[in-house]
Nanobody
Framework: EVQLVESGGGLVQAGGSLRLSCAAS????????IGWFRQAPGKEREGVVC????????YYADSVKGRFTISKDSAKNTVYLQMNSLKPEDTAVYYC????????????WGQGTQVTVSS
């Protein structure tokens, strides 16, 4: 059974930072691509970041480029999302999901973690 378990969300003031974690199990981690999408009330789902575990290549949406950094720890089957310079418009539920290669549909996602950025 594939499981993606997020942690690390919370409430932060604008300009602050948060780090999300995604622990993966039940899949071939080193052959996978894991990322994050976010869903805010009344807005469409937005794919935010993606990392291909095998070669470390990454994708960032323009809305987060330069502020968010995705990384991986293959020894722990875990992906991290470091979010800096947070803005109120980053407020959303963040879901760890995969695969996230271009042209692929997400097959698995976690329960989501709330990120709230106050102004």
């Amino acid at each position: 059974e594939v499981q993606l378990v997020e942690s690390g969300g919370g409430l932060v003031q604008a300009g602050g930072s948060l780090r999300l974690s995604c622990a993966a199990s039940g899949l071939a981690f080193d052959d996978y691509a894991i990322g994050w999408f976010r869903q805010a009330p009344g807005k469409e789902r937005e794919g935010v970041v993606c990392i291909s575990i095998s070669d470390g290549s990454t994708y960032y949406a323009d809305s987060v480029k330069g502020r968010f950094t995705i990384s991986k720890d293959s020894a722990k089957n875990t992906v991290y999302l470091q979010m800096n310079s947070l803005k109120p418009e980053d407020t959303a539920v963040y879901y760890c999901a995969g695969p996230c290669w271009t042209g692929y549909e997400y097959e698995y996602w976690g329960q989501g973690t709330q990120v709230t950025v106050s102004s």
